[in-house]
């Protein structure tokens, strides 16, 4: 695994544009970057990151299934008294589950090492399926990349036939997102442009504009059955609407289904490693009522049982506490997982964010920052395959 400077492509920032790949700058500042890209061998992507995901996935589906069963555990990741049947039903229901997103540190001289796994709701999807991959192709054919240079991705193909075959007969699908939110919208924008090519109907409804009918149903803002949504939104909010009492009478399949709320947790990370210790891929890691945590000495990162793109969680090196991106999440507690060290590459700390589709492999999409915490304005860098 090596960095490999390069020059960006004439006209990439319109050709963006035109494809609707409209959050490539966020604040200003450069999200997408492809100045570099980061270069596989064969094996590194099939042993070093592909068999430890699938083998990770089957770990945190024994695990889902005993907590599913378990009041004390899913109380002790935080889920809503009121909402555990929810939860509970959707896995003995087996109900399908569509995508997730393993975060793993990896350069390519060890095992890779989970940080956490975005279950629910991960975003990134475009930019790893298909603006990378056009960019391969780009490459190639300005022969600036051999032609034989390969990427670890089959997102797209993947996500499609998992649509056919969890609505192998098509039908009418709503989606929804925060409207507001251009990142979440486009994503989902480009999840109903694969839904469509699986021979399904889509139409988008703003999250908060989902209401009730009499008989307990979800209805789109034209009083339309939501029979199946696909909901960029997580359950851990969802949990805590006026609306959840209401989820497991509705009817409605969700896409993530209500047990992904166990996978999307960080206290799943002390869990895995209770059952799984010395697991390779693996880092230690403890609620903080665990007298075990000591274990860890006086290095360790400190994450919120809930956060995205960063935000509240703390490293400390030796005592010494960085800079928190403070978004006030922590009120339902937090785990504590050892320090690992990430490998620099050209003064840049990457992560890989490695995609299964239901329980399969299905690619990487890298993300970069001069820190070694992944936030909402780390770049995104692509990767080949070379050898």
């Known amino acids: 695994m090596k960095r490999v400077k390069t020059l960006e492509r004439p006209g990439w920032d319109a050709r963006a544009e035109a494809l609707g790949f409209t959050w490539r700058h966020l604040d200003g500042a450069r999200y997408w970057d492809e100045r570099a890209y980061y270069q596989f061998s064969l094996a590194e992507i099939e042993d070093g990151i592909e068999e430890p995901a699938r083998a990770l996935h089957a770990l945190c589906l024994d695990l889902v299934d005993e907590v599913a069963g378990s009041e004390a555990l899913m109380a002790r990741l935080a889920i809503p008294e009121a909402s555990r049947d929810d939860v509970a039903n959707s896995w003995k229901a087996r109900a399908p589950s569509l995508y997730g997103r393993f975060d793993f540190a990896y350069d390519g001289t060890g095992p890779a090492k989970l940080f956490e796994y975005n279950a629910d709701t991960p975003t990134s999807i475009y930019e790893t399926g298909t603006f990378q991959w056009i960019w391969l192709e780009e490459m190639i054919a300005a022969g600036r990349l051999p032609a034989d240079t390969d990427q670890f991705n089959s997102l797209h193909e993947q996500l499609q036939n998992r649509f056919k075959a969890i609505f192998p007969?098509?039908?009418?699908?709503?989606?929804?997102?925060?409207?507001?939110?251009?990142?979440?919208?486009?994503?989902v924008r480009y999840l109903e442009d694969i839904a469509i090519q699986a021979g399904i109907e889509p139409k988008f409804v703003a999250i908060d504009k989902i209401g009730l009918d009499a008989d307990g149903r979800f209805v789109d803002q034209d009083n339309f059955i939501i029979q199946a949504l696909f909901k960029l939104y997580p359950w851990e909010e969802m949990f805590r609407e006026d609306y959840a009492a209401r989820v497991g009478g509705s009817k409605t399949l969700f896409l993530e289904p209500a047990w992904k709320a166990i996978l999307s947790n960080k206290g799943l990370l002390p869990l895995l490693w209770e059952r799984n210790v010395g697991h390779p891929n693996l880092l230690p890691a403890f609620f903080e009522d665990d007298p075990?945590?000591?274990?860890l000495g006086n290095s360790y990162v400190r994450?919120?049982?809930?956060?995205?793109?960063?935000?509240?969680i703390e490293l400390v090196a030796k005592g010494r506490r960085a800079t928190v991106m403070d978004q006030g999440y922590g009120e339902e507690g937090h785990i504590r997982q050892a320090l690992h060290p990430i490998t620099r590459f050209a003064g840049n700390y990457p992560i890989i964010g490695a995609w299964m589709v239901d329980a399969e492999p299905a690619g990487i999409g890298i993300r970069e920052d001069r820190s070694r915490v992944t936030k909402n304005l780390s770049r995104f860098i692509p990767h080949v395959i070379v050898g």
Request: aromatic share 10%.
């Open 169 to 187: 007969a098509g039908g009418f699908v709503h989606f929804a997102s925060d409207e507001e939110s251009v990142e979440d919208r486009q994503t």
């Open 303 to 312: 994450k919120p049982l809930f956060s995205r793109e960063g935000a509240n």
């Open 292 to 295: 075990r945590m000591a274990e």
